[in-house]
């Protein structure tokens, strides 16, 4: 390593040499190979990742977390950092805003990581977290709860894009103020993509209306700056289901994923969740099981929340997909579905000029409704009937029916018209 070479990010740890030149004779600042004759001692530099709560062999290396999946963490020890079976500690506390940032380095007396509190989101909880061990290992640590670290509530109380810093003690037994920086990791919120486009292929927007079709995603650009490298939850391999939004019963959108009440729609079912599973397309997971354009769509209005498993399992009792990544599945959105309410009827009268208000959801001023006869099917796409209810009526205000056989069928009689919304 040549001496000049800064140091911000160790990318693996190791022990490395000190030595000294004096100058006197020039130094070699290119190689270090010439006159840096004087040993000065030891370098130590440990590094952290996080990983799938999955993960048992810290192989995956990440810097960035999703919230509300449950992740583990792993320390590594450069050689002689860490004693053999020693009580090793972690804590993960919240890095200050940039502005009230401290200046000194991690291994300083006074970094903040000295003095750091667990944060106050992060479950478990404090006194739990801090009988956590990471094991015998004098070259790994490994830092795993019985269901994970994670953070439920962050998205609610804090904006999106905080850092954490990984505060590391190789041995609180022998020196419980030795605690010393060894990596952050940033704590994100998952949200929905706004479309999901890839290069070369038209993409196609979240399905928001009944009948429309369309692919579900979820958004990779999460930091303007600063992205953290790998983000545990946002890889290749999830997979969501959807749930029905009961505003009278449900107060979250995480207690409508924990109730997880089916919700119509064509394509996504519970049993094969695998074959939506995610692909990363550039800034945005797409659910499309690898084939590109793979769509869903809803055959009636509602809400429907996203709940998304980082990785998937096999089916259950039930025959649904079960999640291995997570205890629950989380939610990750949630989507309005417009269009009429289903099953509403009128009795209107004939061969005169009347109105009618039909309910439904996020409806918009252009909407149309299409008229059919009550044995006709509106997946059909066929001619719409012409119900004239008004001599002369202008086509694009009204609907003319002057030529109609129904109404020559119905003319003098004093009947009511059956109007069906299926």
């Not at 103020?177 to 952050?184: H, P, R």
Request: hydrophobic share 40%; glycine share 10%.
């Amino acid at each position: 390593m040549p001496p000049t070479a800064p140091l911000p990010i160790a990318r693996e740890a190791r022990t490395t040499a000190v030595c000294y030149c004096t100058g006197l004779n020039g130094c070699d600042m290119e190689t270090g190979r010439r006159n840096f004759f004087q040993p000065l001692g030891l370098v130590q530099l440990f590094t952290a990742s996080v990983m799938p709560i999955g993960e048992f062999a810290c192989a995956t290396s990440s810097s960035g977390i999703l919230a509300s999946i449950p992740f583990g963490a792993c320390v590594f020890c450069p050689a002689g950092g860490c004693p053999f079976e020693g009580a090793s500690r972690i804590l993960f506390t919240r890095q200050p805003a940039p502005w009230n940032a401290q200046a000194f380095p991690a291994w300083h007396p006074q970094h903040r990581c000295r003095d750091a509190v667990h944060e106050a989101f992060l479950l478990p909880e404090a006194s739990i977290a801090a009988l956590l061990d990471g094991g015998p290992r004098s070259d790994l640590k490994r830092f795993r709860p019985t269901e994970g670290y994670t953070l439920p509530n962050w998205p609610t109380f804090v904006p999106r894009g905080n850092w954490l810093d990984i505060c590391f003690n190789p041995d609180v037994n022998s020196n419980e103020t030795d605690w010393f920086k060894v990596g952050e990791v940033a704590v994100l919120d998952a949200s929905l993509g706004s479309s999901s486009t890839v290069p070369s292929y038209i993409g196609s927007t979240p399905p928001k209306q009944v009948g429309q079709v369309g692919q579900i995603s979820m958004s990779r650009s999460l930091l303007p700056y600063r992205n953290p490298e790998n983000v545990v939850g946002l890889t290749t391999g999830g997979g969501i289901r959807l749930a029905e939004f009961v505003i009278t019963e449900d107060s979250s959108t995480r207690e409508a994923c924990e109730k997880s009440r089916p919700l119509q729609v064509t394509g996504l079912t519970r049993a094969n969740a695998s074959e939506y599973s995610g692909t990363v397309r550039g800034d945005v997971v797409v659910f499309d099981g690898g084939v590109l354009g793979k769509s869903i769509s809803f055959p009636t209005v509602g809400t429907a929340v996203v709940c998304y498993c980082p990785n998937l399992g096999g089916l259950d009792e039930f025959g649904e997909q079960t999640c291995l990544g997570s205890p629950y599945w989380v939610p990750v959105g949630a989507i309005v579905i417009a269009g009429p309410l289903p099953n509403q009827y009128w009795l209107l009268p004939t061969l005169k000029t009347f109105r009618f208000e039909y309910l439904g959801l996020n409806l918009e001023d252009g909407d149309m409704l299409r008229l059919i006869l009550e044995s006709g099917s509106c997946a059909a796409f066929t001619a719409p009937e012409r119900l004239c209810l008004r001599t002369n009526e202008d086509p694009l205000n009204g609907h003319p029916l002057c030529e109609s056989t129904l109404l020559t069928a119905l003319l003098g009689l004093d009947q009511t018209l059956l109007i069906l919304i299926l």
